[in-house]
């Protein structure tokens, strides 16, 4: 159930249709694909949803059924959708998805309706009245999209509205890291919260280990900053820490990691908000590793974001 006591977190960026190869098969064999819906700001939308915070949600699809499936799936979950914007004439963004024989994940985006998001598109998302703004990359890799993500953090920071930048790099966006990095500074100097997984930061700085990666951002002068490593755990920093502090994996029997970094965020500022953004404690770094290590067991990515009951019963039975 939606906690009314809290202001809403605000996700902007990508939504769009994912189109999932059958097991075993890629784009040259596939002959079926899975339709689900998808997007990593409409993913942790979602997932906050689940957990009970009260959300809205703001991105562009196109004038067509995908588009208002997205619509409907936002409705459904508990997602304020009223900032959506439907483009005429144009199509809902595409993402054909596959698994290589070692089971890593491929994806080939088609960007179509979600790229066009407007900066003038943000004056109905209510940003200053927002309890926490949640941002990603992929938004950035097009314009006007990249703009409009630019200035919803302008915004939020100018309104004392805490800023979530989850990174999520798609190489085959970035013609080269420079780029990645120019579209990436305004975010990361503005946020206060920084999700990226060590392959993230190789693709951005080259760096192999979770601490050379906290090294390159503190700068920043983020608050918080957590780097995940799968099956490795993640490493997490904090403006208070005298070190990084390092959490093993919560063990489970793992099927599909697809939707472990959407939970594992959407937990985390969970947990966040209700603090009235305290520095998290390890509880509450414990408590988003079980969503995304709960997420692991069950395919997909929307239908492994677990609701508040069910990771509330996974805690509690030590599962």
């Not at 890593?104 to 209510?126: E, I, K, M, T, Y």
Request: hydrophobic share 50%; net charge negative; proline share 6%.
């Amino acid at each position: 159930m939606t906690d009314p006591s809290v202001s809403p977190v605000l996700c902007i960026g990508e939504i769009l249709i994912d189109l999932i190869a059958d097991p075993g098969e890629t784009l040259a064999t596939a002959s079926t694909f899975a339709v689900r819906e998808g997007g990593a700001p409409m993913n942790a939308a979602i997932a906050m949803a689940r957990l009970g915070l009260p959300v809205r949600f703001c991105g562009a699809v196109g004038d067509d059924p995908f588009g208002a499936r997205l619509r409907a799936r936002l409705g459904l979950e508990g997602v304020d959708a009223s900032s959506l914007r439907v483009i005429e004439r144009e199509s809902t963004s595409i993402a054909y998805a596959w698994r290589d024989e070692r089971g890593d994940g491929h994806f080939q985006l088609v960007r179509l309706a979600d790229r066009l998001l407007q900066p003038s598109d943000l004056a109905a998302a209510n940003i200053a009245g927002a309890g926490a703004v949640l941002v990603g990359s992929v938004a950035l890799a097009a314009s006007p999209s990249r703009e409009a993500i630019t200035q919803a953090v302008d915004v939020a920071t100018e309104a004392g509205v805490p800023v979530v930048f989850d990174i999520n790099v798609r190489p085959t966006l970035w013609p080269d890291q420079e780029l990645l990095l120019a579209a990436c500074k305004p975010i990361l100097v503005a946020c206060h919260v920084l999700k990226l997984s060590l392959d993230d930061a190789r693709h951005l700085w080259g760096v192999d280990t979770a601490a050379a990666a906290i090294e390159r951002v503190i700068g920043y002068g983020p608050w918080l900053v957590v780097v995940t490593d799968g099956s490795r755990g993640v490493t997490v920093w904090t403006s208070k820490a005298d070190d990084n502090l390092k959490y093993p994996v919560v063990p489970v029997d793992a099927i599909d990691p697809t939707g472990a970094g959407d939970a594992f965020t959407a937990a985390l500022v969970t947990r966040l908000v209700r603090s009235g953004w305290v520095i998290p404690t390890d509880d509450d770094i414990r408590f988003a590793m079980a969503a995304g290590a709960l997420a692991t067991t069950r395919q997909g990515a929307l239908t492994a974001l677990p609701t508040m009951a069910e990771l509330e019963r996974f805690l509690g039975d030590g599962s």
